[in-house]
Every structure is written in C-alpha cells, then in structure tokens.
C-alpha cells in the first residue's frame, strides 16, 4: 500500500485496511517503527468524508507537537488544541486534546455524533496510578459508532486487553503487531578507561577485576552559584565513576552523534550539560552551524531576557543542551526545535523527552538504570526503557541505532539480570488502574440510574482482570477440592480452597465496591442527600477536576468569597503544585493573606478533606508558597521578575508555567460552579483573561 508516496510496513498497511473495513485497532509495535503513520491517515479520512476525529495523548508536549505537524499537513483551519489552559479553534474537524479533556466532554454529554475516529496515543498509559483511569473511561464512554485507533507499546497481555477493548466497545477490535524495528539496535557498555565494549567483552572485564567495593561517589566540577551546573569531581578510585564527558569522547570518535543522554533528575540534566560544555573542549558544531544558531539565540533573547545566560548561549553555540519538564518553555521550544534540525549533538534529558515525541537521535546513553517511581528507587520497567532505547536510531539515515549503557563493575552484578530482561526484551503486563475520581462519581450520578452506572463500573478493564483473576482462582479451588495427583485433599488443601474461593468472591465485586464506598462517602459528609439527591458540595463537585474535595471545601467554607482577583488567583495556584523541597520563593505575604493561609491550612488537615485522600489514595496539594507567586502574575509581574525571586538548584521556570496554567484551568472550572451566581463567574472569567498571557499562552 502506498501513502504520502510512500511503500507502507505491512503493519500499518493491515491497520488501514482494517480501518478501511470501519473496525478499530490496536496496534503494537517499538518506538520509532511508525505507528503514527496509521493514525495520520485516520486523520486525513475523516476529513475527506467529512467528518470528525480526535487525536489524545498523555502529555501534552506529545499534544502540543501532534497540533503542530498536524498544522503543517492540514492547514490551521483544520486543526484545533484543546488541553485544559489552551482552546484553539475547538470546532475544527481534527482535534488534539489530552485524555482528560475528552473524558470531559464525554461525561458532560457533549454530542459526537459526527465522530468518526479517536485515536489513543501511549494506550499502555491506561496502568499509570495517577491517570489510568482517564483511559478507561474515555473507551467506556464512548458511543460504539466511533472508531478507536489504540497505539501502543510492546505488550506481553495484549490479546487480553484486546480482548477487554472489544467487551468495552461491543465492536470487534483487531489486534496489529509488529516485532521488528525499522532500525535494528546494537547494545554496548560504556566504562572509563575501557570505552565502549559488547556485552561479552564487559563481561570479561568484570570478572577480570572480581567484585569491587561500590565506588566513591566524589565531587565533580564546582558550584555555579544559582544551582546550574553543580558537578562533581572524581576521587580517582580504583574504579572511577563513568562520567557523561566518558560517553561524549568515546561516541564521537566513533562519529555516533547525535547523542541523546537519559537522567533521571532535573539537576543532573543540567549539571551534566554544563560540565561537558566547559570540560570538553571541541566544539560540536562547524562555524556554518553555530551561526545558525546565533541567529536563532539572538532573536528569541529579547523574549526570554536573563533566562537566557551566557552559560546557557555557549552551552548552545557548542551543540550542547539539556531539556526537562522545568524548563522555560521558551527555551524548551528552542531546544527541540535546535535538536530538530541537528543543531544540538549532545542532549541531556528527562523521561519526559522519550514519551512518543518524534525525535530519534544516533545513538542513547543512560546514565543509570534505576529511577525513583514515587514509593521507592527501582529498575526501570521493560517498557520503560524501550521507550527510551528505541530513540536509538534514525530511520532514512542509520543502518543500526546504538544504545549505551554507562557501567562500572561495582553497578553490573546487581543490575545483570535487568539488564539481561530488557535484551531479552521481557516486557511488564499492562495491569489496570482504575480508581473513580469524585468528579466522575457524581457525574456518573447525575446523568445514569443505579444499574446503568454499575453497567459501567463493571467495563472497566480492573474489573475483567479481577474476574478472570477470579475465575482461575475459583478454578484453583476445586482442583484442590477434588484432591492432587489422585488422591484425596488435605485439610490444608481444604483450607487453601476456601481462602481461593473467598478472595475470587471479593474481587467478583470490588469495582463496585468501591464506587459505593465513594458514594456514601459523599452521603456522609452531606454532599449528597437521601436518594442521592445533590446538595450544594455535589453541585460544585461536578464542576471540579483537580483538588476536587479540597476546592469544594475551600467554597463552601466561603474563604473565597470578597478576595481581590489576584489573591483568588494565588490561592488556587497553592493547589495546583508545589515546589521542590530545596526551593524557596521569597516574596512578602500580607497579615490578611497571612490569615487567610492559616485558615485554609486548617481546612486543608481536616478529616472530610484527609479521609478523601485515604479513599482515593491520591494527596492533595497545598503550597502556601506559592500563593505570593500566583498573586504576582495576575497582578501583571513578568516571569523573568517571578524567577528572579525563586531560590532552586535547577531552572524552575516551566514548573511554575505550568503551575500558573493549571490554577488558570481551575478558574475556568470554579466559574462552570459558579454559573447560577454571575457576578462570581463573571470574576472568575476575569481571571482567566488577566492570566492568559506571555509563557502561560505559549504552546510549548
């Protein structure tokens, strides 16, 4: 099949013709095999029959870059944003839009009659703890006419989770795998004094040495005062620690650039960046190239001011850059758009910068293999590290794409058999996360009777797993019973039997389980009335997506009633983030707001707002500090003056950004609340105009 003049992998020709046939998909295949392809022409054919489609993703820089390319293929006029703090022409016939949104609109009833395709980018995102749920109900919700176009990563269960695709959606859902890269990758490890080695031969030099003590970890570099930079100079052990500069010197001799080096911290991204910026002293970039990009500083400086130092511009003209969630988004821009067009060589970055954003580079360093997941520091997962190997890799331009791992002999024994799971690539089951915010409760509530929401809840894909769980417990049980190997069970099989079928029987209805329990939660605290009739917190609840309990509270305690626009604004931006625990933002706070803190503070620890978080198992947030902050912004402040007043060891910039456009999100949500009160929502409107300005407007 040829598309866009191009000959199709048999996969996606399979996918399309299936699409063809108005069946959905679930397509699996390696980052960077070109999945994407398949939902550009689902795109494409619903603007040729003339109807609608929707593109979702779980971040939005993966939304934001999909708007984009989508601009440049079909025109502006075609192509509308909407993620929260961003509305772009929302009436286009292709629309970007992350999850949540879309989960919105479902749950609000919006008509999507002339929806032809959703395509679902990162499905395998639907076991993510925080927003899996949004997933789940996204492919519950939506009417059984609408296509799916599910895009995914390697999954060991993925004829079990098509199997529940095709149960939610009542449609058959084809499954679609690819196991073969486009570009195949080479592994190799990465020691100082030893360079670059293939697994066998690494493996020889760990025996050689036998097992060393785990080497000092000494300093490197100096301090650079405001946080960037701080490196760390080696002690010279008997097995130093493989520095990045280590990775850059071997991986350009072999002329593998560009390099892109995974971290797993923001600090560590930029302190790497600048150490190899002044340590190593050959320049990545001809003089044609750094002109390029002196051209590109020169006219985005009046933009950003001091965000962009002259650490920041040589760092840039050497072909060097770092990019994590934090950054200015300005600069965060500059950097992608630099990387796109082979002006940055060597790329210090976080997770962030593998999840589905299309930018493969030559060769991927990882500088450890082992990443904190919220509880505790862990291996990362299979899927995890494809994510970012397969970055490995130019298609059109390289035969193999290289991935490196930087290793000493002290670190090889423990992580061996990690490392021997991602060659083998043994990828982790998707496993549900479902887990029903308060929103969708009462949601769910106002629109379904009784048996229609338990018809829902009992979709979910934890609910299928539980069952089938269930049923092979329950099959457990009476091989037990009937007794092993012939002869008869023992009262400990018995026993065992028992427990079997007791555990299946409490799984067969803890999905339901656990709407009731939120339900009569919402009862007890007088949200809710008899028959479930909504009282004034449930009517605000179903307004409210983030800090759902604490902002209800906040309302209904009248705290917010009288406050100017700006304080208003601070005190939502102290429930939309927080900053990092070394961080510190210095600004003069009023006796009044000083009061008024002190009295959310209290509202914050109280037990209807405490027990929410033990049935959702999900904190909230409550910054006070950052309150002065949001209050400068609405007061008209520039980010640049915002940031001068900031204390933290890393560039903070595009956290707050995203801080200030989250509280902006919530205004527009408080003012839906308010909407038999005009005056409130008229003020609340205010607010989100005042905001909607400079970074906070930019599509980063």
């Not at 098509?162 to 592994?187: G, K, N, S, Y």
């Not at 709407?515 to 449930?538: C, H, K, M, Q, T």
């Not at 005056?679 to 205010?686: G, H, W, Y």
Request: proline letters at 4%; glycine letters at 6%; charged letters at 30%.
């Amino acid at each position: 099949m040829q598309y866009r003049g191009l000959t199709l992998d048999p996969f996606q020709s399979q996918a399309i013709e299936h699409l063809q046939q108005g069946r959905s998909v679930l397509v699996a295949a390696p980052t960077g095999t070109g999945k994407t392809i398949i939902a550009d022409w689902i795109v494409e054919e619903a603007m040729r029959t003339g109807k609608r489609v929707v593109y979702t993703a779980p971040i939005k820089a993966l939304s934001n870059q999909k708007y984009r390319d989508y601009v440049r293929l079909y025109g502006e006029q075609n192509v509308g944003l909407v993620t929260g703090d961003l509305v772009i022409r929302r009436n286009a016939p292709c629309l970007v839009m992350t999850t949540e949104i879309l989960r919105n609109m479902l749950l609000a009833g919006e008509a999507v009659d002339d929806l032809l395709a959703v395509v679902v980018d990162e499905i395998h995102f639907l076991d993510d703890r925080e927003r899996g749920t949004v997933w789940e109900e996204v492919l519950i919700y939506l009417p059984q006419h609408v296509l799916i176009v599910a895009l995914s990563a390697t999954l060991p269960n993925l004829t079990e989770f098509a199997a529940w695709l095709t149960h939610v959606r009542q449609r058959p859902v084809e499954v679609v795998i690819e196991t073969r890269r486009a570009v195949p990758l080479d592994f190799w490890f990465l020691t100082r004094g030893r360079g670059l080695q293939r697994t066998e031969e690494f493996e020889d030099f760990v025996r050689s040495v036998g097992s060393p003590a785990p080497a000092p970890r000494g300093r490197f570099g100096r301090d650079r005062g405001r946080g960037r930079g701080r490196g760390e100079r080696s002690e010279q052990p008997d097995f130093p620690r493989t520095h990045p500069i280590d990775a850059l010197k071997a991986i350009r001799q072999r002329e593998w650039l560009p390099m892109m080096y995974f971290v797993f911290s923001r600090k560590d991204a930029e302190r790497f960046a600048v150490i190899c910026s002044e340590r190593y002293r050959a320049d990545l970039l001809d003089a044609e190239a750094q002109q390029k990009v002196r051209e590109r500083l020169d006219a985005i400086q009046p933009i950003v001011g001091r965000a962009l130092d002259r650490e920041l511009r040589d760092m840039y003209m050497r072909g060097i850059a770092f990019h994590h969630a934090g950054l200015h988004v300005h600069l965060k821009a500059l950097v992608e758009e630099l990387y796109e067009e082979r002006l940055v060589k060597l790329l210090f970055c976080t997770s962030t910068f593998a999840l589905g954003i299309n930018m493969p580079a030559r060769t991927v360093v990882f500088h450890g293999l082992e990443k904190f997941d919220g509880e505790d520091v862990k291996p990362l997962p299979t899927r995890g590290f494809m994510q970012k190997a397969g970055r490995a890799g130019r298609r059109g331009l390289d035969e193999v794409g290289h991935v490196v791992l930087r290793m000493d002999p002290d670190e090889y024994t423990a992580l061996k058999p990690v490392i021997l799971r991602y060659r083998k690539q043994v990828y982790e089951p998707v496993r549900s996360s479902f887990n029903l915010s308060f929103n969708s409760i009462v949601n769910l509530l106002e629109r379904h009777g009784i048996d229609a929401i338990r018809t829902i809840v009992d979709r979910s894909f934890l609910a299928w797993q539980l069952r089938h769980d269930a049923e092979r417990q329950v099959g457990r049980a009476a091989a037990l019973e009937r007794g092993l190997d012939g002869e008869a069970p023992t009262k400990t099989d018995l026993k065992e039997a028992r427990r079997l079928r007791a555990r299946a029987a409490a799984a067969e209805d803890a999905t339901w389980l656990q709407f009731l329990e939120r339900r009569n939660y919402l009862r007890d605290i007088g949200y809710l009335g008899p028959d479930d009739v909504f009282r004034a917190g449930s009517k605000i609840l179903a307004h409210l997506q983030i800090a759902e309990i604490l902002m209800t509270e906040f309302v209904l305690s009248g705290e917010l009633e009288g406050l100017d626009n700006a304080t208003l604004f601070g005190v939502l931006c102290g429930v939309c983030g927080d900053l990092p625990r070394a961080a510190s933002f210095d600004a003069p706070i009023g006796r009044k707001t000083r009061e008024l803190l002190t009295r959310l503070g209290a509202i914050r620890m109280s037990k209807i707002v405490t027990d929410a978080e033990r049935l959702t198992k999900q904190p909230y947030l409550w910054s006070p500090e950052l309150v002065a902050l949001g209050q400068m912004w609405a007061e008209g402040k520039s980010l640049e003056s915002i940031m001068s007043m900031l204390h933290a060891q890393t560039d903070l910039s595009g956290t707050i950004v995203s801080h200030l456009r989250r509280a902006k999100d919530l205004a527009g949500q408080l003012a839906n609340a308010y909407h038999d009160i005009p005056e409130r929502k008229r003020q609340l409107l205010d607010i989100v105009r005042l905001v909607s300005r400079d970074e906070v407007e930019v599509i980063d």
